[in-house]
């Protein structure tokens, strides 16, 4: 039922993407029904994809085994939670995931622009369907992918869900990278509407500008996610390990990042036309290699994708893309040219270059390190791969300069900054970061690790200049309207949201590179080997092996230990667990298998501000083993019926005898066996407690680590913050036309004047230059 | 100097250390790079190359022994081609037999000896649908 239901969805999705694809290239032109019709056909698809997600999550929260993906994915036992989460674990399943939260962003854009850029609209709608039907095809035609393929006979459980994604954070970490890759779909389509058509001025810019910056915020969500997965699940206490999946995230964010930046330039200044073709071009190119990627197998990684069918089609499409926009930019180029220069080496703008130069040199490294074995191969025959090593080699002095960046980007002005007001916006963050870096150098062993050291100070000077802005905005806010210096914070930011919401993200990412720096070069790893009451010192940490500790329930034995800590006179205790999970749908199997399944480390972790104290523990189960496997041995001639088996022996062989004869009785047998088994597997775990044995411990002193997490939430606040609508502008009625718009764009940058001059960013004479500029400017916008 | 050939220098001499930056991550990724190698190449290889390893770990060949483990690991597509391993560090968790593995470390009289630490297990990913086969670990 789900599965015709759900194929007859699909397929009219499918058919309606085309539709949508097809009316939007008739509507070219001012054919405004067309373009009409064809909003509609998208706001149908998201409907239809929308009924195929219901479906599939229906199927997946009542057990409905008959669809294969629910079967492979889920189990009875699976708790509802994952359930719901399932979907995404499979490859069909994140498939209809792409295309449904494709037809969110794509309804949502042509929504917001309906009545607007009538030129563009038709072929980007036209490009937002297609790929949408892209991903729709690849679901009913590559074979293997259909999320609503049955199975018969149908099973009576589930193959369930990995233990190792059993984690709150891995569920939510896949839709957000995939919102992320997706939601920059809608700025590339735009933008290739905008090169088709000629338009292009910043209007397809200011059009999908909260479509860039909210897939940039979902898809750092993401990073974020899997980063903090990594962290407390994985069990080697790291966050990051340049592996080919993270790094195919992490480009397309920062070609993100560059784009958010220069296209404020071509706001402004109508400057960076090709580069910011080029840099949506190359952020959706890498999105699609991120979904490539995790599909292909092509690199080895830990994750293990398996090879899968539809890696070669979105190959093609990255080739389809790359070379239809290449080609269609190098056509445009005279209309891309822009007729002004940046003024000075001192202004918002060049600052946004060097930026967006550091952020595109970042990216190539990364591309060319995560591709080296193809690359290699290629050269020398040999697959050769880089190392962590080589690439914190490149990244970490790319990633210091950015954080001074973050800094001097936004002491700057646009169009230029004399000395004077120069000095006056740096002298006090150039202070205090020379203060910090001294300080550092003197009183701790921050020298020890001399990139550490300059990171510490550029982020300094950037935490300080960034701090000094809000004071000055808010001072210069409270000598307008008077109020309280809160109170004028929260209205200063509230009136210019984009800018301060750019602050906050600045102030988050300089946080989360401190905790980098801290914690890469400062933490102390240890490996421990201890027996019950044993101690060991780490990093002035007394860390004892108090007890081991088992638990037992429906999926897992787990193994653990409960460990002191002695801290600066302090006594804390810290549970941790390694824990063995039973291999789902293998009733009647040995106890061994009880120990055969995966197995997951919970991490002990004492988190704070200074550093956390993370543990994990590997039990020594050699004993436990040969115990089980003894009773493997016991079981065995227990069933079989050998002489001298006590009664309970010959009651478990004679249920198997007339379960073999009976095929109705095998699964109440088999369900008593499992019991058996099961009492006894918990038996023999609980006899762990008395072996005494030795355990390996791992214990890491990760100074700083917190902040890597709290700087992401800051950053992410900021970009909420920069997303929001202003009141102000809602109350304005929108802007309609193109003329509109450059008025209001106008009006904006000469209020961005006012406000760094009240704020003491600009000179008094600086000021009157621009000012005149300006006004110069929007005087003939008025009479155009 | 007039401002287009101002701009046409800049722009030259930051091509320039583009290109030589360039040249150096290049140069230097070939140096830095380990190869990636199956035991069935490993078993040929001279004594002490160091390589990186890449295989499947042979079920039911891990044990562990005081700090340590030892294990063998095959070829991905040929399981009767397997090479003795021996390695100490932290384990990730999703290690265990017929799991595939990248280990850096060199040859030794026929056991390659992994790098403390360097051993790296694929994820049984939600992608793959292989139900696994049993063993210890």
């Not at chain 1, 889920?74 to 399943?93: C, D, R």
């Not at chain 2, 770990?57 to 090479?83: L, N, P």
Request: with cysteine.
């Amino acid at each position: 039922m789900t599965a015709s239901l759900g194929s007859v969805a699909l397929a009219l999705a499918f058919l309606t993407a085309i539709f949508a694809a097809v009316a939007a290239l008739l509507g070219r032109e001012g054919r405004g029904r067309w373009v009409d019709v064809s909003r509609r056909a998208v706001y149908g698809l998201f409907a239809l994809l929308t009924l195929c997600v219901v479906l599939i999550e229906l199927a997946f929260a009542g057990d409905d085994f008959s669809l294969n993906i629910v079967q492979q994915h889920s189990s009875i036992e699976t708790p509802p939670f994952y359930k719901l989460a399932a979907m995404w674990s499979s490859q069909e399943g994140s498939l209809l995931l792409w295309a449904w939260v494709l037809s969110i962003a794509a309804s949502l854009a042509l929504y917001a622009t309906r009545g607007k850029l009538r030129e563009i609209v038709p072929y980007a709608t036209a490009v937002m369907a297609a790929i949408a039907a892209f991903f729709i095809g690849l679901m009913l035609f590559a074979g293997g992918v259909n999320p609503f393929a049955g199975l018969s006979p149908v099973p009576a459980d589930g193959v369930g869900l990995n233990p190792l994604l059993q984690h709150p954070s891995m569920m939510i970490h896949p839709p957000m990278l995939y919102s992320g890759y997706v939601a920059f779909t809608v700025p590339f389509a735009f933008a290739i509407g905008a090169l088709i058509t000629r338009r292009l001025d910043a209007s397809w810019i200011r059009s999908t500008r909260r479509f860039a910056l909210i897939a940039w915020a979902f898809l750092g969500l993401g990073l974020l996610l899997g980063a903090r997965w990594s962290y407390t699940e994985l069990g080697w206490g790291g966050y990051w390990a340049w592996d080919p999946v993270e790094n195919a995230a992490l480009m397309p964010w920062l070609v993100g990042t560059a784009f958010l930046h220069s296209i404020m330039v071509q706001e402004k200044r109508g400057m960076l036309k090709v580069w910011n073709a080029c840099l949506i071009v190359a952020t959706f190119s890498l999105a699609l290699l991120g979904t490539f990627l995790v599909r292909s197998g092509v690199l080895e990684s830990i994750h293990a994708f398996g090879d899968s069918t539809v890696g070669p089609y979105i190959l093609g499409l990255i080739a389809v893309v790359l070379v239809g926009s290449t080609a269609l930019i190098v056509s445009r180029l005279d209309d891309l040219r822009s007729p002004k220069r940046i003024d000075s080496l001192a202004s918002r703008e060049s600052i946004f270059l060097v930026n967006n130069l550091l952020l595109v040199a970042l990216t190539a490294t990364i591309f060319w390190g995560t591709f080296f074995p193809l690359i290699s191969e290629l050269f020398t025959g040999e697959r050769a791969s880089l190392a962590a090593p080589w690439f914190d080699r490149y990244t970490t002095p790319l990633a210091i300069l950015l954080v001074l960046f973050t800094g001097i980007g936004p002491l700057l002005a646009w169009r230029r900054i004399s000395w004077g007001s120069a000095k006056r916006v740096f002298l006090v963050p150039a202070i205090v970061a020379i203060a910090v870096g001294a300080g550092l150098a003197l009183f701790t062993d921050a020298a020890d690790s001399l990139w550490a050291l300059a990171l510490f100070a550029f982020a300094a000077f950037a935490l300080t200049g960034l701090s000094q802005e809000f004071w000055r905005g808010a001072a210069a806010r409270r000598s307008l309207s008077g109020g309280s210096m809160p109170a004028a914070l929260v209205a200063v930011v509230a009136r210019n949201r984009r800018r301060y919401g750019g602050y906050i993200v600045h102030i988050g990412v300089a946080v989360l590179l401190v905790g980098v720096a801290a914690s890469s070069s400062f933490q102390t790893n240890r490996d421990l080997r201890l027996a019950p009451g044993e101690s060991a010192v780490v990093d002035g940490r007394t860390v004892t092996y108090e007890r081991p500790t088992v638990s037992v329930d429906n999926n897992a034995i787990g193994l653990g230990a409960v460990l002191g800590i002695e801290q600066d006179g302090k006594r804390f205790d810290l549970n941790t667990e390694r824990r063995y999970f039973r291999p789902t749908g293998t009733g009647g199997g040995t106890l061994s298998s009880f120990f055969d399944g995966e197995a997951t480390s919970e991490v002990g972790l004492k988190a704070g501000a200074g550093s956390d104290l993370w543990s994990a523990v590997q039990p020594n189960i050699t004993a436990l083993r040969r115990r089980v496997r003894a009773a493997d041995r016991g079981f065995r001639a227990c069933v079989s019926g050998a002489p001298g088996t006590p009664p309970q022996c010959r009651a478990v062989s004679r249920l198997m005898r007339a379960a073999a004869v009976n095929p109705s009785l095998r699964p109440a047998a088999l369900a008593q066996i499992e019991g058996l088994q099961a009492a006894t597997a918990e038996r023999l775990a609980r006899s762990y407690l008395d072996d005494e044995a030795t355990a390996t411990f791992r214990v890491i002193v990760d100074p700083l680590v917190t902040w890597i997490w709290i700087g992401g939430l800051i950053a992410l606040s900021g970009a909420l913050i920069a997303v929001w609508p202003a009141r102000s502008a809602s109350r304005r009625p929108v802007a309609g036309t193109e003329l509109e718009a450059l008025k209001e764009a106008k009006y904006r940058e000469i209020r961005d004047a006012e406000l760094d001059h009240a704020a003491g960013k600009l000179s008094d004479e600086d000021f009157a230059l621009l000012d005149a500029e300006l006004r110069r400017e929007a005087v003939e916008i008025l009479k155009a | 100097m007039d401002p287009a050939r101002k701009r046409k220098i800049r722009l030259v001499v930051a091509l320039s250390v583009a290109v030589l930056l360039a040249v150096g991550l290049v140069y230097t990724s070939f140096s830095a790079s380990t190869e990636a190698k199956e035991p069935s190449q490993l078993l040929s290889a001279a004594p002490g190359s160091s390589a990186q390893l890449t295989g499947r770990v042979v079920v039911g060949s891990v044990t562990r022994e005081g700090e340590g483990m030892r294990f063998r690991v095959a070829d991905r597509d040929d399981a009767g081609k397997s090479i003795p391993v021996t390695y100490s560090g932290t384990v990730p968790d999703p290690f265990r037999g017929g799991r595939e593995i990248v280990l850096t470390g060199s040859v030794e009289n026929g056991v390659f000896a992994g790098e403390r630490d360097t051993l790296v297990t694929k994820c049984p990913s939600k992608f793959t649908t292989e139900s696994s086969p049993t063993n210890d670990g």
